[in-house]
């Protein structure tokens, strides 16, 4: 098969630091092509140079055997290159149709035009998004949806998908897979870095694996089997310390009510809905996108404000509370680690050190006193110890960071906080096997300790492996609780479908 991308002895550095080395990769026309690794290991890094982002510190890169060195991204997609990154870049203030359709307006332009088109553009691809809606007021998953719409829209003849499926439900899901499968069917090649490794073995025809910026292993997916790509990633086999057996393990004891919510509605997402989180337990939050359980999880962390009228109670401790703004929550020490970190997260042209000691300051500091660096940095030692943050330079701007380094940046400025309630909204989104084992031993040490813990994920193993009890949501309402010691695969979907 003809490549139609092709690595020579890439190499690409930051400050004298290489985000990889001697890379040879190459991407065949008309295949699926995934790239894995760790966090850190250098394929974001690696196709941002394709996508015009980056260019080379050493070596060649050819396309349709042609040496390129794309100026820009928007050089790149002259070319016929596209890549939805793993964060979204999409203007919060403008209309999905707007988006999609930014830089290719015509010189006289019919909104209703531009919404029609963009409707159908989103229906072809079995998306379901209103075009006319901002995408200020859309989830992470639908927005995912908009960016992946948008490359297909551009007519791109290579696609890089960066975490594409992370924000998607299943059935989401199984729409992406087709679209890929029309993709490469129409002659388009793809080069698709995910976590999931199930997912590569299952719709890449290749396979090559990153490792601390070199390439250690290309071969057809068909050789390939999960524990050879973990092996191939960390240098090590994981087993099964990521997602154990469900029905072996017994739930920690109840213990003190920490949090209830009582019959609390915010609009249509949220309607009189009923939960208590525990002290000492992880409490597992599950269901489709859409279900409300960040919306549930928001207002108890005063993100959002339930209905002034008949919007029910929130308790912490026994005493009703209406927090105004976070602050307050943080204070009565809830912590909320979100889902979007590139949005309200982090502040990403700021260091390491500088994020995670903001989230000691937002509990409360005196506001005569002076703040030195040496200070934030001794404070913040101790979690990038913990957490294992990795940076490519001691004083590296969090933008600098992969995106699973970025998570355990938000997760420690949260921790820094010595939380009683924690509450972990898609903790270990975009992030690679290791880095989840780690993320999850954390969490159930929070909860061995005492801490009440909550855990929202898309991702059903992922909720059956930490948890010890189940609230699963459907259409703002909890519809199913059950502990981890009965629960089963099948019972939790079909609660949040059925």
Not at 79 to 104: C, D, H, K, R, W
Not at 135 to 155: D, H, N, P, T
Not at 296 to 313: E, Q, S, T, Y
């Amino acid at each position: 098969m003809t490549n139609i991308v092709e690595f020579r002895n890439a190499t690409k550095s930051f400050r004298r630091v290489a985000a990889f080395r001697n890379v040879d990769f190459t991407l065949r026309k008309g295949e699926v092509h995934a790239l894995l690794g760790e966090n850190g290991a250098g394929k974001s890094t690696l196709t941002k140079v394709l996508a015009g982002l980056y260019p080379l510190t050493s070596g060649e890169m050819l396309v349709e055997g042609v040496e390129r060195k794309f100026a820009s991204p928007a050089d790149a997609l002259g070319y016929g290159v596209a890549m939805v990154f793993q964060e979204t870049n999409l203007i919060p203030s403008m209309t999905v149709a707007q988006n999609l359709f930014l830089g290719e307006e015509s010189f006289f332009n019919r909104l209703r035009g531009v919404n029609i088109r963009a409707q159908q553009q989103l229906q072809r691809l079995s998306f379901h998004v209103e075009p006319t809606a901002l995408v200020s007021s859309l989830g992470a998953a639908k927005k995912q949806m908009v960016e992946i719409a948008r490359a297909v829209q551009r007519r791109a003849r290579i696609f890089i998908f960066d975490e594409p499926t992370a924000t998607l439900t299943p059935e989401e899901k199984q729409h992406f897979f087709a679209l890929v499968e029309q993709l490469k069917a129409s002659g388009g090649s793809i080069i698709f870095i995910s976590h999931a490794l199930e997912e590569a073995l299952a719709i890449a025809d290749r396979i090559s694996v990153l490792r601390d910026g070199e390439l250690v292993v290309t071969d057809d997916t068909k050789n390939f089997s999960r524990d050879r790509i973990i092996q191939a990633m960390v240098g090590r086999q994981l087993k099964d310390e990521l997602y154990g057996t469900t029905g072996t393990r017994k739930a920690r004891p109840i213990g003190r009510k920490v949090l209830a919510l009582e019959n609390v509605s915010m609009g249509k997402v949220v309607r009189s809905t009923t939960l208590s989180i525990f002290s000492g337990q992880v409490t597992g939050m599950f269901g489709l996108v859409g279900a409300g359980r960040t919306e549930m999880m928001k207002i108890a962390a005063g993100v959002l404000k339930r209905d002034f009228f008949h919007g029910g109670r929130v308790k912490l401790n026994g005493e009703s509370v209406r927090f105004k703004v976070p602050r307050n929550a943080v204070n009565r020490q809830i912590a909320y680690v979100t889902e979007d970190r590139k949005l309200d997260g982090l502040f990403d042209t700021m260091g390491i050190a500088q994020n995670i000691f903001l989230g000691k300051l937002s509990k409360g500091a005196n506001p005569l006193s002076v703040i030195g660096m040496a200070q934030a940095r001794h404070a913040s030692a101790e979690w990038i110890e913990k957490l294992n943050i990795r940076a490519i330079r001691q004083n590296a701007k969090v933008v600098e960071l992969s995106g699973g380094n970025q998570q355990k940046v938000v997760i420690a400025k949260s921790l820094i906080q010595s939380p009683g309630l924690v509450i972990f909204d898609e903790p270990t989104r975009g992030v690679d096997v290791g880095a989840i084992a780690e993320i999850h031993t954390m969490i159930q040490r929070l909860a061995d300790a005492g801490a009440a813990v909550v855990v929202i994920s898309s991702y059903l193993p992922e909720i059956l492996a930490i948890s010890d009890r189940i609230l699963v949501a459907k259409q703002g309402r909890i519809v199913e609780e059950m502990s981890i010691e009965w629960a089963r695969e099948e019972k939790s979907m079909y609660a949040a479908v059925h």
